[in-house]
């Protein structure tokens, strides 16, 4: 059996190309925003493959599904919350240095909605600011998690969202001007969790497409190609790097390699890297400035890992063990399987 790069390790390739993106003023454009697209996609394929063989669409399903999903992602967004708040409130009396030099969405929310996102990490409240600057890609994951069970019962479903989502991009137009507006509102993001669910389930025709090394190749390949092409990334870049995206999740899916060592730990580190990185640059500001030099850039990664493996050990961990130890919800075999009913599927899951 061959070792190979798993779905652990390309999280944490993910993670990094965001945080980079902020910390270091020399990045290539592009990469950060196909990562968090990757993100979306490998999203939309786990949900649908977890809804589809371990929570089901009954009810006792849905409900642990629910709890899972705001397990995995609230208690360590709301310490990274506080911890980001913390380190504004530090580096406002420490310097000088405006910390939206990290991303202009970094600061302490001004207004009783934006603390409302904070707390809920709901689409529909604003995000201008956030003691965590990068929570608008979480709102939408948060979105789309509750509209996942309908794509991952009926495929047909998530044919709707990715070409409906498609359709609704290409309202905007792919010029560079409407790229923000594509890549960060709620509804243009559709595309990339339909792809997802679509990939899920269609996964026992495209596993025989399963390329492991080749398909992350091409990814990283096509990520440079703002190279030659500068407006790339802003226009159709994004999409094609999505297509690519879930070329690689579904050669990393595949039973037919075991993942290099670490593979669960760099899964672990993902997440928080995502959370703290922004945190992580602002403690520096102080001392470097906000120029964000290759040297600035090493050493918050390096204080993002230590915080991060804190947080993995201390609060993750924890809580994933207190998950598994949750009884079971009662069996349900019909409840795995969308009814032969028109209709009546949709009633089982809102009944």
Partial sequence: ????????????????????????????????????????????????????????????????????????????????????????IWVAHAS????????????????????????????VFPRWNGP???????????GFYLLMPLMAARRWLAWIGLLAGSAWAASYGFSVASFADRYALFWPCAPAFALGALLCHYRQQLVRWARPELSVTVWLLHSAFWLLGRSWPWSFGLYVSALLSAWVVISLYSTEHRPWPGDRLAGELSYPIYLLHTTAGAVLLPWFGTARSALFAVLALLLTLLASWAMVLLLERPISNWKRALPAPAADPAAHRPSQGRWSWLKRVWT
Avoid at 64 to 74: H, V
Avoid at 96 to 107: C, E, I, K, Y
Avoid at 132 to 142: G, K, M, Q
Wanted: aromatic share 14%.
């Fill in 132 to 142: 965590v600057p990068v929570a608008n890609a979480l709102s939408i994951e948060v």
């Fill in 96 to 123: 000088n240095h405006d910390p939206r030099a990290l991303n202009p969405g970094f600061g302490l929310p001004q207004s009783l909605p934006e603390w409302g996102f904070l707390a809920t990490l709901l689409p």
């Fill in 1 to 88: 059996m061959h070792i190979r790069l798993g779905l652990g390790h390309w999280r944490l390739l993910l993670a990094l190309l965001v945080a980079v993106s902020h910390l270091w003023s020399f990045m290539l454009p592009g990469p950060a925003a196909y990562a968090v697209w990757g993100f979306f996609v490998l999203s939309g394929f786990l949900m649908c493959l977890v809804l589809q063989e371990k929570y089901g669409f009954g009810r006792q399903g849905l409900l642990r599904y629910g709890l899972q999903r705001f397990l995995r992602i609230f208690p360590s967004f709301w310490l990274a919350s506080l911890l980001g708040a913390v380190a504004l």
